[in-house]
């Protein structure tokens, strides 16, 4: 049998992005004995490329804003299919998590009169997005590790974790992994365990996500038996770096838009006015002379159609390049150059002005951008309750991008930082609290354990096989042509025949070299997750047939408000790993209470 | 644009190692860790080298390509001399594997930077004016590649340094906070004897190299140099810092400044 460190803590929490290292500082502050996992260095993990900002109604531009406006705007942009209670949680909460940053010492672009400057961001009805710059993912998750590192908790960095371990009577105890430096197996046993992974954009070939966005909480959830909800709504970012190719898929911010930048097509003409739908027509400006005032003065025209939310505008741009009005690079322009004088832009935007320069040759300054659509998030996770971050089985807590439901079909800009803080620290306190009140030695599952670890160095054991990376080549290949940003029912079928293929092939991938620091096993054991989760999305898209958010079938153009109901529910019923098959069905979604329905009403 | 390119790659572990050569087809717009990934790929499957975000913020991909510190990620193949391109990893550190390099110094220095410590949040918010916190914010763009403190020659071909010298990196950390605003700590003689500022002899390496183009040693070091000069040895100016605190930390202050 393979020899194993062990380590026993009360919370490990997995994942050290913003909302792992808030939910660590959470249990740490409540006096746990906690750990912090992640899969890379401290401080590399997604969270840090997050741009524009993080979104609060602190009313510090606009001080008509409030929760209830910042909650109405979110409910819109998922398109009611959030849970309530999370927008709900997260509108009232999020000015004190900004708040409680800035006294950890992050340093937030200032107003005139010192306060915290907000921003303008598609789909927020005012400028709400606290930021620093265009580097506001930087700021937030260096100021959580400055605190983390400041609270003296147990960092294991490079570690990656393969499966959640489960004691006799069900209860999530603790996670089995590797260190990446040796290759040497480690097992954690924990009274609560929370999962802060991030996303799983790496399945795709056009991506803003790093390598370590593989969908490793998504997957590791569903196979110890936890619900996972609406796996199909998947955000493009309408703008990501269309050329050079090896650069294609790197973000370029909303803050571009949100600072006055326009999108035009070949032709020249600022397309967008071409796409606003029924739901937001009514405070949408017209002409460009409209969209153009209220930059100056929110009162005095209506919102730019470039701010629309971004499934609205990605698929503006996917007809636009799709009807042959797109740019030389298979793009449509993003202009701010012809727009805001070179100062403002360094000044306002100084990273994607290095971006643009460095990796492009172009200068943001004086030429437009060219921009298409880029694999950005995952709307679907973990169904979680809305109060203490707890999934579906007893001891396991999910926060941030792999916690399903409070984004509903579709995400905002700047909501994504802001759910970091806000459920990281609820799934911190809930946690805390399980672990407080779990009694008795915690025992995590022996047979769980010494089947992982085989099966993690299996890939050693066979002298020939499917290289990984090519499997993972094919497996992006796959998701990107048939499960990308418009779906049809055919290409949904396809793609479940390639995934069965693909996970066969990955069930025979060989790796050379040794386990010390060996990027080739480390993708071999990421293919697992990538392959679920993959699946999960693709089993999802095809049974919402209608199109909402970021799901658009072709097939079903539009919203049907039966599905509208529903959230669609994928579960492993026996929690066993990979090889059970995955069960699908709606599941009507929480009701709203009717004040909050009244909200809806008043505006429009 | 030349059809191949080739690569001089250092492989090896603690124990020791050599360049490996490896020629592949040029592709258009390509950066060095492209070229890296390529060689993963197809020949060399565990080709151990830390990456991230592939953009330039994450500052994961440190190496050192033809003898210079630079971000994988943001250096165009095109950009670079004709002939072989050297990839070795950072010398200043120990080799984990290939261009894997133990980076733990960094995280062990930052331990031992006490915290920010501002007063207690008033009801509506700390105020702070823009022009008061640009520097910080500048210092703050650092996104940790540690090439800073892998160019400095106090630490790079001096090991019995590093117990004693925060680095680089670490300076531009406390200068930070001793220009915070709102910061009640004093960490200058912290500085002075725990960080070894003053082995620092301001070559500016550390500035040429950094990705972010923050500019340590004129923004940061040599400003920390005169502040734990003045904390040490001038009583007059010490007496005249503390009065000018003081002031810049009251909301007064800061709306003036503002607007």
Redesign the interface.
């Known amino acids: 049998m393979t020899e194993y460190e062990t380590h026993d803590y009360d919370v490990i929490v997995i994942g050290a992005g913003g909302a792992g290292l808030r939910a660590a500082i959470e249990a740490k502050d409540r006096g746990l004995r906690t750990a912090l996992i992640c899969k890379s260095l401290l401080g590399k993990a997604h969270t840090v490329m997050a741009e524009g900002g993080v979104a609060a109604a602190m009313g510090n531009v606009y001080a008509e804003d409030s929760w209830q406006v910042h909650f109405r705007d979110t409910m819109r942009g998922g398109k009611m299919l959030n849970n309530w209670r999370m927008a709900q949680l997260h509108a009232m909460e999020s000015p004190d998590r900004v708040q409680e940053l800035e006294a950890w010492g992050a340093l937030f672009d200032r107003t005139t009169d010192g306060r915290i400057l907000q921003r303008d961001f598609g789909g927020h009805r005012y400028a709400r997005l606290a930021h620093v710059g265009d580097r506001t993912g930087l700021e937030l998750i260096r100021t959580l590790q400055q605190r983390a590192v400041a609270m003296d908790i147990d960092v294991f960095m490079e570690c990656k974790i393969l499966r959640l371990l489960s004691d006799a009577d069900g209860v999530v105890s603790g996670a089995v992994g590797y260190w990446r430096a040796t290759g040497e197996m480690v097992v954690f046993s924990a009274r609560s365990t929370v999962i802060a992974t991030g996303g799983a954009g790496k399945s795709w070939k056009y991506t803003s996500n790093s390598w370590e966005c593989t969908g490793d909480g998504h997957a590791m959830s569903l196979w110890a038996g936890a619900d996972l909800i609406d796996m199909e709504c998947v955000q493009f970012h309408p703008t990501g770096m269309v050329w050079p190719l090896s650069v294609r898929g790197i973000l370029v911010t909303e803050g571009v838009r949100g600072d006055g930048g326009v999108l035009r097509n070949s032709e020249g003409k600022r397309f967008m006015f071409e796409y606003v739908a029924d739901m937001f027509r009514a405070e949408t400006a017209e002409s460009e002379e409209e969209a153009d005032r209220w930059y100056e003065d929110h009162s005095a025209g209506r919102r730019p159609p470039e701010l629309l939310p971004r499934d609205e505008v990605a698929r503006a741009i996917n007809t636009e390049v799709k009807s042959g009005r797109g740019t030389p690079h298979g793009g449509v322009f993003l202009d701010i150059a012809s727009r805001r004088s070179a100062e403002v832009i360094r000044r306002r935007l100084p990273s994607m002005y290095h971006q643009f320069m460095e990796l492009a040759g172009v200068d943001i300054t004086h030429e437009p951008m060219e921009v298409g659509p880029t694999c950005h998030y995952i709307m679907g996770g973990v169904r979680v309750d809305a109060e203490t971050a707890a999934a579906t089985v007893p001891g396991l807590f999910v926060a941030g991008e792999a916690a399903g439901g409070m984004h509903g079909s579709n995400r905002l800009g700047g909501n994504s930082l802001s759910d970091l803080l806000v459920f990281g620290r609820r799934a911190g306190i809930g946690a805390s609290d399980f672990a407080t009140g779990r009694s008795g030695q915690v025992v995590p599952n022996q047979a769980e354990i010494d089947r992982t670890v085989d099966e993690a160095l299996a890939p050693f054991t066979r002298d020939e096989g499917e290289n990984p990376y090519q499997v993972h080549h094919d497996l992006q290949d796959t998701m990107q042509t048939l499960v990308g940003i418009i779906r049809t029912q055919s290409e949904l079928d396809e793609a479940l025949e390639k995934l069965d293929e693909l996970t066969s092939r990955a069930s025979r991938v060989a790796v050379g070299g040794g386990r010390s620091y060996n990027p080739g096993w480390n993708l071999a054991t990421d293919l697992p997750a990538m392959l679920t989760v993959s699946r999960c999305v693709t089993l999802g898209a095809r049974d919402r047939r209608e199109s909402r958010g970021g799901h658009t079938r072709e097939d079903f153009p539009n919203a049907d408000p039966e599905f509208g109901k529903v959230n669609l529910v994928q579960r492993q019923p026996s929690g066993g790993g990979m090889d059970e098959e995955i069960k699908i069905g709606p599941e009507p979604i929480p009701e709203m209470p009717d004040e909050l329905k009244a909200l809806f009403e008043e505006t429009h | 644009m030349a059809d191949d390119v080739t690569m001089r790659v250092w492989r090896g572990?603690a124990d020791g190692g050599d360049f490996a050569e490896f020629t592949l087809p040029a592709?258009?717009?390509?950066?060095v860790l492209?070229v890296i990934h390529r060689i993963?790929?197809?020949e060399a499957?565990?080709?151990?080298?830390?990456?991230?975000?592939?953009?330039?913020?994450?500052?994961?991909c440190s190496a050192e390509i033809n003898g210079r510190p630079r971000l994988m990620c943001?250096t165009?193949m095109d950009q670079l001399p004709e002939g072989p391109v050297t990839v070795a990893p950072m010398r200043t550190f120990p080799i984990?594997?290939?261009l894997?390099t133990?980076?733990s110094f960094n995280?062990e220095v930052?331990?031992s930077v006490p915290?920010?410590a501002?007063p207690p949040?008033p009801e509506e918010?700390?105020?702070?004016?823009?022009i008061d916190?640009e520097r910080?914010?500048e210092f703050?763009?650092?996104?940790?590649c540690f090439m800073c403190q892998d160019v400095c020659h106090v630490i790079r071909d001096h090991e019995d340094n590093k117990p004693q010298y925060a680095g680089p990196r670490f300076f531009i950390r406390y200068a930070e906070?001793e220009m915070?605003p709102l910061d009640t700590n004093d960490r200058r003689e912290l500085l002075r004897q725990q960080g070894g500022l003053g082995m620092c002899n301001i070559t500016k390496c550390c500035t040429e190299v950094c990705p972010e183009h923050i500019k340590i040693t004129d923004n940061a070091i040599i400003p920390m140099k005169e502040r734990v000069v003045d904390a040490t040895y001038d009583p007059v100016a010490w007496l005249g810092r503390k009065i000018l605190r003081r002031k810049k930390a009251t909301?007064q202050q800061?709306?003036t400044?503002?607007?």
């Open positions: 572990d592709q258009e717009g390509e950066v492209d993963q790929a197809t499957g565990d080709l151990a080298c830390r990456w991230n975000c592939k953009a330039g913020k994450c500052g994961s943001m165009r984990i594997r290939d894997v133990d980076v995280f930052a331990k915290a920010f501002p949040r918010g700390y105020r702070m004016a823009q916190i910080g914010q703050r763009k650092c996104i940790e906070l915070h909301p800061a709306v400044h503002g607007a």
